[in-house]
């Protein structure tokens, strides 16, 4: 999520309306005139009378139509897309150029584009300005499926032919001001309302469309909508927030504070070319890249501690953070509004470091030593300071890296508890990064010192160990990383990647991942 607050767009607080020009800009109805961004840069647009502007559409020539408080017009792009003004206040017959905001702008299929205030409808055609009203205030105005749809506060829903307005034959009323019309999967619209939840038309029928949080839907107000590439529906609210609905109508995201929103009023939300979603805000704007498959999960709250380890383990998500290890129940569905959170587990306030699932338990490495976990709770198995990792030699010999070197645990037979025995003798460095050759050779780097080569004798008291560096073939003794990639140990090192040649004793450069990543500079 990206927010812009006021000061990074220079403009009014407040944005209506947004629209995506053919050329990808962005374009917002603002409080202080037509916003444009392209990205990089923003510019600002007011119109002639200085109002605010609360409707923008894009007409298929690329004309720009604007709705203020009092005036109609378009901005029309020349061929290197600077833009200029025309109101259309003139082309209103003298009788109706007294009007307030114009809140919606609907471009039909026949080129008239429509502009609603409250109690007029103005459409713009072939250079002339008509008038209508439908009799009742005029809370919304849209098109589906090629037809331009009103809602009438006092009369229902009605369909605008361009000559005349038809009300609908629905069974029921939406009984609260329309906000958004949604086309779905058979020939059926979602029609959103401020503060009845939503509704389901089809065939001329409405019918209320049932969510699991339709008492939130009414209690935070449904102010815009805004249907997503991925058939999910995206609702922002005036006291909520943005939701999002996945197909089966269960939420799947809810965006607020503690999100990182910076303001929880929406006014207008739009899904835009690549498929990110755009926010007005009350106060500022947001991008939300609902696409990407990275979530931001806080198990700690506001707390917000550093992530250092995840792991499922049977059924269960463990998180570590700086703050300490925390867990919940795990499910390929979560539902943003379940009281249901992480729970910390008991034990393990503070940093923790790695998590290894080690012979079928979950091993945790902690600065305040060893723990195994089990059903929400952590067992200690050792309370040597700083384990970062744990290594297994075979099913009933595992090492731990500490801070200070390794550590040996062993149990009677797999599956059987995990005991510590001692600690290894001959290495003193860190072991917080370490892999394991099939031969059951271990290698840590530390990136100051170099690469280990750290063999366990057959006593599992003591250590062979070697060092190498930029003397046995690597570009540095600094910044080197040791990785296990199918079954091989290789360093990233400062500049490149590197395998061990056993044959020469020496490390010398990996051409099939180097070729891939050249150019990538220091790789870790």
Not at 65 to 75: C, D
Not at 213 to 233: M, N, Q, T, W
Not at 395 to 401: E, S
Request: net charge neutral; with cysteine.
């Amino acid at each position: 999520m990206t927010n812009y607050p006021k000061a990074a767009y220079h403009a009014g607080t407040q944005n209506w309306d947004i629209a995506q020009d053919a050329q990808g800009r962005l374009l917002f109805a603002n409080n202080e005139g037509l916003l444009v961004f392209d990205g990089a840069q923003w510019q600002h647009f007011p119109i002639a009378n200085g109002t605010c502007v609360r409707s923008v559409a894009i007409a298929p020539d690329g004309k720009i139509y604007v709705g203020g408080q009092g005036e109609i017009g378009f901005f029309s792009p020349d061929a290197q897309g600077r833009l200029s003004y025309q109101p259309l206040n003139d082309h209103i017959p003298l009788e109706d150029r007294q009007f307030a905001d114009v809140w919606d702008i609907v471009i039909a299929d026949d080129g008239a584009v429509c502009f609603r205030s409250d109690e007029r409808l103005f459409q713009w055609k072939n250079g002339q300005i008509r008038t209508f009203s439908s009799g009742g205030k005029m809370s919304f105005l849209g098109k589906a499926a090629g037809r331009v749809l009103l809602h009438d506060a006092n009369n229902g829903l009605m369909v605008f032919d361009g000559q005349q307005f038809t009300l609908l034959p629905a069974s029921m009323k939406p009984g609260s001001p329309v906000t958004a019309l949604l086309p779905i999967p058979g020939d059926t619209l979602l029609v959103t309302t401020l503060k009845n939840g939503i509704f389901c038309l089809h065939n001329d029928q409405l019918t209320p469309w049932v969510t699991p949080i339709d008492a939130f839907f009414r209690e935070k107000r449904i102010y815009c909508a805004a249907l997503l590439p991925s058939g999910h529906v995206a609702l922002g609210t005036s006291l909520g927030g943005l939701v999002v609905l996945g197909s089966d109508r269960r939420p799947i995201q809810w965006l607020q504070k503690n999100e990182g929103l910076q303001n929880t009023n929406l006014l207008s939300v739009f899904a835009d070319k690549s498929h990110n979603l755009w926010l007005g805000l009350d106060n500022g704007i947001a991008q939300v890249e609902v696409s990407s498959p990275f979530y931001r999960i806080l198990p700690d709250g506001a707390l917000e501690g550093t992530g250092y380890a995840a792991r499922i383990h049977k059924n269960r998500l463990w998180l570590g953070t700086s703050n300490g290890l925390f867990s919940m129940a795990f499910s390929t569905y979560h539902d943003p509004f379940s009281s249901k959170g992480f729970d910390l587990v008991p034990g393990t306030t503070g940093q923790t470091w790695g998590l290894n699932e080690v012979g079928g338990d979950l091993l945790l490495g902690h600065h305040e030593g060893v723990f195994r976990l089990d059903n929400g709770r952590a067992q200690p198995l050792s309370d040597i300071p700083g384990a970062w990792q744990f290594m297994p030699l075979n099913d009933t010999v595992l090492v731990a890296g500490q801070y200070d070197g390794l550590t040996l645990f062993t149990r009677p037979a797999a599956g059987g508890p995990w005991h510590f025995r001692r600690r290894l003798a001959g290495l003193s460095e860190s072991c917080r990064v370490m892999v394991r050759n099939p031969d059951g050779t271990l290698w840590v780097s530390h990136p100051y010192r170099g690469v280990f080569r750290v063999r366990v004798r057959d006593n599992f008291r003591d250590l062979d160990v070697q060092l190498f560096g930029q003397k046995d073939g690597l570009p540095s003794d600094l910044k080197n990383y040791v990785f296990e990639v199918g079954g091989n140990m290789l360093v990233a090192a400062d500049h490149g990647i590197f395998r061990f040649n056993e044959a020469t004793q020496q490390f010398e450069s990996a051409p099939i991942f180097d070729q891939s990543l050249s150019g990538s500079g220091r790789i870790r």
